[in-house]
């Protein structure tokens, strides 16, 4: 079946860190997207990127496809940055569909 | 006020019986999702629906079933639930399918026993 990896599986910054989040995928992907899930448990869509480089805020994706790989740069992290960060496969070739990876989780310390 | 709604939010069921999770948004999109979420497993999608009875299978479909009757209104049924259906259920909705940035519900807490 489809597999998207994401690593670190979690990770501790210090306020005012930059934090890079992987996601390896093992199959064609049209899009990448990353979503944050609050330590409440509600969602939030972030960036929804296909290729190249986009930024938003602080953070920036960059998708390359053809190696199958994505990153998510948080710069300057604040301590409600945390919580986890999901990263998705999307296919819509024929239909669409999503594969999310497990996620990493975030915490920002004072 | 943009919102997803999802009734009920926590509901236990015994095995066997019919579970109706409800979702609904204010924002006239055309694209809806179902999710469930399970602990270490990250979200998986159910179904998709890209307007009133334009439905689309998801990574995971069996033991559901949806219903979209109006665009503001997506509905998952569960026929005789079984244990292995004990998640966290998310609905989400979008203007447009591909790409187009997700708005979720608060998620609703299901318990098959």
């Known amino acids: 079946g489809q597999q998207v990896q994401q690593s670190p599986a979690s990770l501790v910054l210090q306020e005012g860190e930059n934090a890079e989040l992987q996601c390896n995928f093992s199959?064609?992907?049209?899009?990448l997207q990353w979503f944050y899930q609050r330590p409440g448990g509600s969602l939030v869509s972030l960036l929804s990127?296909?290729?190249g480089t986009k930024h938003t805020g602080r953070l920036t994706s960059t998708t390359v496809t053809k190696e199958r790989r994505g990153s998510l740069h948080i710069s300057s992290s604040q301590i409600t940055d945390s919580g986890t960060y999901l990263c998705?496969?999307?296919?819509?070739?024929?239909?669409?569909?999503?594969?999310f990876g497990k996620g990493t989780s975030l915490t920002v310390i004072p | 006020d943009m919102k997803v709604t999802q009734m009920p939010r926590y509901l236990i069921k015994r095995m066997g019986e019919n579970v109706l999770l409800e979702c609904g948004q204010d924002m006239s999109h055309e694209t809806m999702y179902w999710y469930r979420q399970d602990p270490g497993l990250g979200l998986q999608l159910i179904y998709i629906s890209y307007d009133v009875d334009s439905n689309s299978e998801g990574d995971i479909p069996k033991g559901y079933r949806v219903s979209r009757k109006k665009r503001e209104h997506f509905s998952l049924i569960l026929d005789s639930a079984k244990t292995n259906q004990t998640s966290v259920y998310f609905c989400?909705?979008?203007?447009?399918?591909?790409?187009?940035?997700?708005?979720f519900g608060p998620g609703t807490r299901l318990t098959v026993l």
């Open positions: 998705a496969m999307e296919r819509d070739t024929g239909y669409q569909n999503f594969y």
């Open positions: 990127n296909p290729s």
């Open positions: 199959s064609t992907a049209t899009r």
């Open positions: 989400a909705s979008s203007w447009g399918g591909r790409g187009a940035e997700q708005f």
